[in-house]
């Protein structure tokens, strides 16, 4: 079948740029999606993307869906006549439900008798009478939270649409979409090629948009170049340009035709800490910062402007006025906050609230405190220091700086603790409380900081529980899930071998004034264990895995992760199908027991050989696997255990466990009671998969 390339392009005014990658991935997805459905066979699907337009370029688009076979049953030949051979009323139904007449009708002859059935085949569409459909769809479905109507218009879009162009090879589609004609008219860069750019084919998309229009609609080459402008321009200034990804990509869906260019500002802002000074070029300007071979920042900054201006002085001085205001309001909130200690805040916290039922910021901050203390003493940490960091861990919240800067939270924290003189521990601390911030995110690094984290996010996981607001679908206002998962990889990572019921209980008997925490301890836990599930599946260690430790409810993390890790490793024996095997059959059997659990073994009752030889082995391997475990050592164990599959196996062969003679019965399930009883220490080795 012949083939065209496709070409769809969506000109609009400017996108959010945080979101275009997103639309983009999601316009292409829905289209390639319903050319899938539309049964169109297609090679390569190119996506691009720019400020002003969503476009995909598909390659070699069959010219129409294939003709499709159809193949209907109908009544069976008994039923569909009569002794006369008169169609029946079921055959003349099924006939007119197919558009024919009965005459027209095959049979087909089956190993259960005869039937009617209807052949034929249906014509496959053309592609072209299809695609606008498909376009329609994949706009309709963009992940848009909020829509906008422009002039006169009822079409509804994330930007007014002012251009379409569908091209399916030389041939335009004729169709509306979003209330534009469709076309082969494109347009160049709003400044430097406000024109239209005619396209006489898909083909022609990349090269003219980039010349004459001035426009990289390669987003993937666009990003890459402003990394390289970015990167060589810093190098002109001896330095090094910080390039934080999650700028690039709003940087990238800011410009169509990047060029960078440098700035300077006063030293004199250097003496600000260094994060407020990026913090306010990242944020506020979309600006790179520089830094040098040590990591220290340099007074230089890089922007990505987007035209390629015959001045570029003239952009240089304009970026440079703009910056410094902003580095001027940076320093004056670092002196005016300097002026007071970090502890005079403590009080303004009590008038800040932090949830209605659970009080304000400054009884969150003394409940992280006690429970602080209570975790350092339990390690055998400074819990002065705990104590200290716990009652300070919110006021730089109350700064100028932080009020301006939210993302500093914690970082100025540090800068103020240290001016005032705080133990460095303590200090550290007030900023690690927010590690990990996201996923994959370092981990807090001092002991006190640890600890810090650990406590205030347990405060929240369980205050809001016991208020009735865990998260339910994607909502999750007090990210109850992110501070799970980072209190689980402190616990683990960190190598603190703590239980989650004890400290959970530490934070019920804070929160005890306010609400009653301790009847949603065991749900929190639950919802803390849950969330490992996906902590090791992204270690690519299966769902059945964890499945056989959760089914234990270890309540210590690092218990829980020594288990599965040694689960992971027995897996991979020769062993591991045939005991898994047999571990189901013990619990199917066991769980078939009525009465009390039989649990000790008769040396006189075990007659058949099989049964004597795995009794005398499991006596002689749990003499050394019982240690191993009672020591949470279950790599060792379970490589021990796994001496057992022979007579095991040898067992169930040779051995009938519900014999007739009830006291060899009761026997042989104390036996496998027993066995049951030793794996089970482990993991539920029945949970495995084959």
């Known amino acids: 079948m012949s083939t065209r390339d496709l070409l769809v392009e969506i000109g609009t005014e400017e996108l959010p740029p945080k979101a275009l990658n997103k639309l983009s991935d999601a316009f292409a997805a829905g289209i390639e999606s319903n050319l899938k459905e539309a049964n169109i066979e297609f090679a390569k699907v190119n996506i691009y993307a720019s400020p002003r337009r969503l476009a995909v370029l598909i390659n070699d688009v069959s010219e129409s869906q294939p003709d499709l076979d159809i193949e209907k049953r109908g009544p069976a030949v008994k039923a569909a006549f009569d002794e006369n051979g008169n169609a029946s009323k079921a055959a003349q139904g099924f006939a007119r439900g197919c558009g024919v007449e009965v005459s027209e009708l095959e049979t087909m002859s089956t190993d259960k008798g005869e039937w009617l059935v209807f052949r034929a085949q249906e014509k496959g569409k053309a592609t072209v009478e299809l695609i606008a459909a498909m376009v329609d769809q994949s706009l309709a479905k963009l992940p848009i939270p909020k829509r906008m109507r422009w002039g006169d218009s009822s079409a509804e879009f994330v930007r007014p649409v002012h251009w379409v162009v569908m091209l399916f090879g030389h041939d335009i589609i004729d169709a509306e979409i979003l209330g534009v004609k469709s076309g082969r008219e494109s347009r160049g860069h709003r400044f430097h090629h406000p024109e239209n750019i005619n396209l006489q084919s898909p083909e022609d998309y990349v090269h003219r948009l980039k010349s004459p229009g001035y426009v990289m609609v390669d987003r993937d080459e666009r990003m890459q170049t402003i990394k390289l402008q970015a990167e060589q321009a810093a190098e002109k200034l001896g330095g090094k340009a910080l390039i934080d990804e999650g700028l690039l990509l709003e940087v990238n869906g800011l410009v169509e035709w990047p060029v960078a260019v440098t700035g300077d500002f006063d030293k004199e802002f250097l003496e600000v800490p260094a994060e407020s000074i990026i913090s306010s070029m990242q944020d506020h300007q979309k600006y790179f910062p520089v830094i040098d071979a040590n990591n220290t920042l340099m007074p230089h900054f890089i922007t990505i402007s987007n035209i390629e201006s015959k001045n570029p002085e003239k952009v240089k001085e304009g970026n440079e006025r703009v910056i410094r205001p902003r ?16 502890e005079s805040h403590i009080e303004s916290l009590d008038k800040v609230v932090f949830q209605t039922k659970l009080g304000s910021v400054g009884d969150k901050s003394r409940r992280v405190a006690k429970i602080a203390e ?22 730089d919240l109350m700064t100028e700086m932080v009020c301006e800067f939210t993302d500093l939270q914690g970082i100025m924290g540090r800068y103020y603790a240290m001016k005032d003189g705080e133990a460095q521990e303590v200090a550290d601390a007030l900023d690690e409380q927010y590690m990990p911030r996201f996923a994959g995110d370092k981990l807090p690094q001092g002991k006190t900081g640890q600890i810090l984290s650990l406590a205030d996010k347990l405060d929240t996981l369980l205050g809001i529980f016991a208020i009735g607001q865990k998260p339910t679908g ?27 019921k004890v400290l959970l209980s530490h934070a019920a008997d804070c929160l005890a004034e306010k609400v009653d925490g301790k009847q949603a301890i065991d749900e929190v836990i639950g919802f803390m264990i849950d969330r490992l599930k996906v902590y090791y599946t992204s270690q690519k260690i299966t769902v059945d895995v964890y499945d056989a430790v959760q089914v234990l409810k270890p309540t210590r993390p690092i218990d829980f992760d020594r288990r599965i890790h040694a689960v992971n490793e027995f897996r991979k024996m020769d062993e591991a199908e045939s005991l898994a095997a047999a571990n189901k059959r013990i619990g199917n059997i066991l769980r078939k027991v009525e009465g009390d659990m039989p649990n000790l073994v008769r040396v006189d009752l075990l007659i058949e050989t099989a049964e004597k030889q795995l009794y005398e082995q499991l006596q002689n391997i749990s003499a050394v696997v019982t240690p191993q475990l009672d020591a949470g050592e279950y790599a060792e164990a379970l490589k021990q255990l796994a001496g057992l599959r022979d007579p095991i196996d040898a067992f169930f062969d040779q051995v009938m466990v519900m014999a007739d003679d009830e006291a060899l019965k009761h026997n042989r399930i104390a036996l496998l009671n027993q066995l049951h009883g030793l794996f089970i220490k482990a993991a539920d080795l029945s949970r495995l998969q084959s």
């Open 474 to 500: 994607e909502k999750d206002p007090f990210a109850l899930r992110r501070a799970a998962l980072g209190a689980l990889r402190i616990l683990i990572e960190c190598k603190l071998d703590l239980d989650l």
């Open 374 to 395: 209570a975790i350092a003493k339990e390690l055998g940490e400074n819990t002065e220091y705990a104590k200290r960091a716990g009652l300070l861990c919110k006021c």
């Open 327 to 342: 580095l001027g309001d940076a320093k004056f909130f670092w002196e005016q906050d300097g002026k007071k200690k970090l």
